[in-house]
């Protein structure tokens, strides 16, 4: 092929060209960049992770159960475990963003399920849609391990109100819930309870809303307010009964007096005494006590601790303990009694009235009573429960007689005996006499006295003259049947005599003024004549009463009369 040919022939063009990135890559490196773009979303979104501790995982399950708080879902919990030791259940939660600030150490977790209690159902919408834990936020430094509670909490976080600790030496029928009362009104509620350090009681909290915990001052005072409170001492049975409510739950009644209301209000956490009942609020409320010792000689069954200490009816004290002892220099047992005489019981008064305040103490006060007969002495108060009470009273007919013992802690009050003990000794004395005497040696003689009694009177001659007294006895009621006969007619003639004598006394009257004239008041004759006349007025009272006589007794012709009991011949 020759030159003209080879240029003939076409000239092949070389393009150069860039190389580029598959369109099918295209699709992997969107979904690469979706995919980033999720995780960081998720990573940027992602709220903190936590750890709660349960005893029981009843209604919990991986991947459902919700964590809520005020029913706004805050967080899912991811799994629920059995802890190394088996003992409780791990369950790992994820919280949405934000949460971060809530979780500390005043951060609270439970489980909401429906729950009967006695202070009512809660829970019930769980039926529905299914057990969730409630978180409650709180304070204090961060953490992300819980323990959960096993019971919702009884103060909810935001409760506007005051919290107060009550020291009570047992818990009695108080638990978490139960209400506290202010003239039978709710205002708070019983935190919980725990044990003081020492483990001799019992601390509880309790909660009381606004505005009733500005009335909580510093002279409040608490007390026990179960539903029925039955109590047996020396007065007998006292019962007490409240509303249901208090009877299923208890609770803690609270009052401030009206006199020391100004008293600025309690502060946060400050402790009160809480007292038992009322009664022991009022016990409480004394602070000054004396303590006294009596020795009493008899028995002191019957008296017990708390027994109260009165004076004519009224308590100025109370019993504190009951002791035995045992006198070995006299060998004899005694039995001490420590009473609490409180002299604030006793108000004082002045001349006008008005009260004022010894300038003794309470102590010589007392001593001064006891110079002027002040004596202890043990009485009954109720039959029907045989308690004893300590009687305060004055005698000053008493001897001071003190035993004197060698603890000289206490002061000694005298104490006479119970007037149980005075009867049984002049019981006991009247039968020690009885049992002196020789009833053995009287006996036989008043045996011997009724055989001779009884000879005499089955004797022959005995016999013999009941029956002549009987003929005699026979023979004077006939005589007296025929002088009853024989009187009407003798009383009906001197009856007639003894009134035509009183018709000649009348004439000779009448005949002594007409010739008074002749005859002068001093002349014998005159006063002959008046003796004469009162001789005849005395006369006549005679047979009056003669006749009267035999009218009511005719046999007193035969008996005579009598006079005093006996009949005179």
Do not use: C
């Amino acid at each position: 092929m020759n030159s003209n040919e080879l240029s003939a022939l076409p000239t092949a063009t070389v393009t150069t060209h860039s190389r580029s990135m598959p369109l099918i890559w295209t699709i992997p490196i969107l979904a690469l960049l979706i995919g980033g773009w999720l995780v960081f979303k998720t990573w940027s979104e992602s709220g903190p992770t936590l750890l709660l501790t349960f005893k029981s995982a009843e209604g919990i399950e991986a991947g459902k159960t919700r964590i809520k708080h005020k029913e706004v879902e805050v967080g899912t919990v991811e799994s629920v475990r059995l802890s190394a030791d088996f003992s409780q259940v791990e369950v790992r939660a994820a919280l949405v963003k934000g949460t971060e600030p809530f979780l500390n150490s005043g951060a609270k977790f439970w489980v909401v399920r429906p729950r009967l209690s006695l202070r009512g159902i809660s829970g019930l919408g769980t039926l529905v849609s299914g057990a969730h834990i409630e978180m409650e936020p709180g304070q204090g430094t961060p953490q992300q391990a819980f323990t959960g509670l096993e019971s919702p909490p009884a103060m909810r976080v935001g409760a506007s109100g005051t919290r107060f600790l009550l020291e009570a030496p047992a818990l009695g029928s108080l638990d978490v819930g139960s209400p506290v009362y202010f003239r039978d009104i709710p205002v708070g509620e019983v935190l919980g309870y725990e044990l003081n350090p020492d483990l001799q009681g019992v601390t509880v909290p309790i909660f009381i809303q606004a505005p009733y915990n500005a009335m909580i001052r510093a002279s409040t005072r608490f007390w026990e307010s179960s539903g029925v409170d039955l109590v047996a001492d020396a007065s007998g049975f006292k019962l007490r009964s409240s509303s249901v409510t208090k009877l299923l739950m208890g609770g803690v009644t609270f009052n401030t007096p009206e006199s020391l209301e100004s008293d600025r209000p309690a502060r946060e956490d400050q402790r009160f005494t809480l007292y038992k009942n009322e009664n022991a609020v009022t016990e409480g409320s004394y602070t000054q006590k004396l303590t006294h010792v009596l020795y009493f000689k008899g028995s002191v069954r019957g008296l017990s601790v708390g027994a109260p200490v009165e004076f004519r009816g009224i308590q100025v004290g109370r019993v504190t303990d009951i002791r035995l002892e045992y006198d070995f220099a006299a060998t004899t047992f005694r039995i001490p009694v420590l009473v609490q005489i409180e002299p604030e019981r006793v108000s004082e008064i002045s001349a006008s009235g008005h009260k004022t305040q010894r300038e003794d103490s309470p102590q010589e006060f007392l001593q001064s009573l006891v110079q002027r007969g002040l004596r202890a002495q043990l009485k009954t108060g109720s039959y029907l429960t045989g308690q004893l009470f300590v009687e305060l009273d004055l005698h000053p007919a008493t001897p001071l007689t003190l035993v004197g013992s060698q603890d000289n802690r206490y002061p000694e009050l005298p104490t006479i005996p119970t007037s149980l003990d005075t009867i049984t000794a002049s019981v006991t004395g009247f039968l020690e006499k009885i049992q002196s005497l020789p009833l053995e040696g009287i006996s036989k003689e008043l045996h011997e006295t009724l055989k001779g009694t009884n000879r005499a009177a089955n004797a022959p001659e005995t016999l013999e003259t009941i029956r002549a007294a009987a003929a005699a006895l026979h023979e004077a009621k006939n005589l007296l049947k025929h002088l009853n006969l024989q009187i009407d007619p003798l009383a009906t003639g001197v009856r007639g005599a003894s009134e035509a004598a009183t018709a000649t006394l009348k004439q000779i009257e009448e005949t002594l003024i007409k010739v008074d004239g002749l005859i002068g008041p001093k002349a014998p004759l005159h006063y002959g004549m008046v003796e004469a006349v009162r001789e005849l007025a005395t006369a006549a009272r005679s047979v009056r009463s003669f006749i009267d006589l035999l009218e009511r007794k005719p046999e007193s012709l035969l008996f005579g009369k009598e006079k005093d009991g006996v009949r005179e011949p």
